[in-house]
């Protein structure tokens, strides 16, 4: 059974029921480079947890880079330690680095291995050899398979903040500054009062938290959204986006059709519809999941056409050779944007004649990193830590990818990854 308890700015669910053991939660210090400033529950949250619930004991690791300070946590009643051992439960944001991981412990973090990422194998086999029970946020899914937990929005805000000042800074119609340079997203919002873009023409792809982080700036910044096919018959003398969708973008290679649960099961039964966009777009901003099997949206070949209109792409979703062939792999908070060469497909300065400009950071959230950590938290306490302080549940468990060192039987087709 749950009630909703009424707290400033937000609505959080007491979580009704008692544990049989205590919940220890340690909040970790993150140690991956680049580092990463985000926290899965910040300081009022925190607080909130264990003066609601006496089976829950919250400590945080002591941290210089945390966006909210060992002060703050604190002030807030959370003991600050170095040593996690008595914690039953560890959180963090990106994945743990080998050394810093401790044997038997449970960890929730984004571990980045589910699509069996070869620069996480060896963190894979470090957790198996430790006996750690590894469950993956990305893997927090509601029955229909949407996402219940992540940073999507605020990656599509910042991704989407990006794009366009990518595209200011290349033709310099307009100058907008650095995300990271405002203290949070009121008072980005309040930095484009009196912006005026000229007549681009804008695709926005997705449907999940990242696309509705990018259509938040396109109404920000007064940016008209029209449908699909009067975005390709005409231009228009004000910005325009027009949104693409699953079915907006593939069709099955034999029937003509799409259908999202075939698509998932099947993607390389698809093919890419994207290709008249290429001729009547100025940036692109990618926010769709995307896998090895799910066709990317053009060629390479094709940005050296003669009508590639594109000149700048926000590839939120930030898969190398993904959805979007012409990144090259990540960039930086500090140095977002680099160059790809349209004839020779290299990586260049950005803002180069020949080149296309890639805007492919894989933390943009840690830009407006209280605003990220505050949702995320939320996110969390309404809908993932009740069941853990309770013992479990199907949710849980299907986002389990390894229970006490060995593979879940959701995750067996990792089984090829996971050896050594």
């Not at 937000?10 to 979580?15: D, F, H, M, N, P």
């Not at 008595?86 to 038997?104: R, S």
């Not at 993956?136 to 398979?145: L, N, P, R, S, V």
């Not at 160059?339 to 959230?365: C, E, Q, R, W």
Request: overall charge negative.
């Amino acid at each position: 059974m749950v009630v909703l308890s009424e707290k400033p700015g937000s609505k959080w669910l007491i979580l009704q029921g008692k544990s049989n053991t205590m919940l220890v939660i340690g909040l970790i210090r993150e140690g991956k480079i680049p580092s990463d400033n985000r926290v899965a529950l910040i300081p009022a949250q925190c607080k909130w947890l264990v003066s609601h619930f006496s089976d829950i004991q919250i400590k945080v690791q002591s941290s210089s880079n945390r966006c909210f300070s060992d002060q703050e946590y604190r002030h807030a009643g959370i003991e600050i330690v170095d040593d996690l051992q008595d914690c039953n439960l560890l959180l963090g944001i990106k994945e743990v680095p080998i050394p810093q991981l401790i044997a038997h412990k449970k960890y929730i973090f984004f571990s980045h291995t589910k699509k069996k990422q070869s620069y996480n194998q060896k963190l894979m086999h470090a957790m198996m050899d430790l006996g750690i029970t590894l469950i993956d946020y990305e893997c927090f899914e509601h029955k229909d398979g949407q996402r219940i937990i992540g940073f999507g929005f605020f990656a599509g805000i910042v991704g989407a903040h990006n794009g366009i000042m990518t595209y200011g800074n290349r033709t310099g119609a307009y100058k907008i500054g650095r995300v990271g340079d405002v203290k949070d997203y009121r008072e980005l919002i309040h930095t484009y009062f009196g912006l005026k873009l000229p007549p681009i023409k804008i695709v926005v792809t997705g449907s999940g938290r990242v696309a509705h982080g990018i259509v938040e700036i396109m109404n920000l910044m007064d940016v008209q959204e029209v449908d699909a096919d009067e975005y390709l018959s005409r231009e228009f003398d004000y910005p325009v986006y027009t949104h693409l969708k699953g079915a907006d973008l593939y069709r099955h290679k034999i029937n003509g059709n799409y259908s999202r649960i075939n698509f998932h099961e099947h993607p390389e039964q698809y093919e890419s519809l994207f290709k008249p966009y290429l001729s009547q777009t100025d940036i692109l901003m990618n926010g769709i999941y995307w896998e090895p099997r799910i066709p990317s949206f053009f060629k390479m070949e094709d940005l050296s056409s003669a009508d590639f209109r594109i000149q700048a792409i926000a590839d939120i979703t930030d898969d190398k050779n993904g959805s979007i062939p012409c990144n090259l792999g990540d960039a930086t908070i500090d140095d977002p944007i680099y160059g790809v060469n349209k004839f020779k497909f290299h990586k260049t300065a950005p803002y180069l004649a020949d080149s296309i400009d890639m805007m492919a950071v894989g933390n943009l959230p840690n830009e407006l990193p209280r605003d990220a950590s505050r949702f995320f938290g939320e996110q969390l306490i309404k809908y993932i830590l009740n069941d853990i302080r309770l013992g479990g549940s199907e949710t849980i468990s299907k986002a389990t990818i390894l229970s006490d060192g060995k593979l879940t039987e959701s995750f067996s087709y990792l089984s090829d990854y996971a050896a050594h």
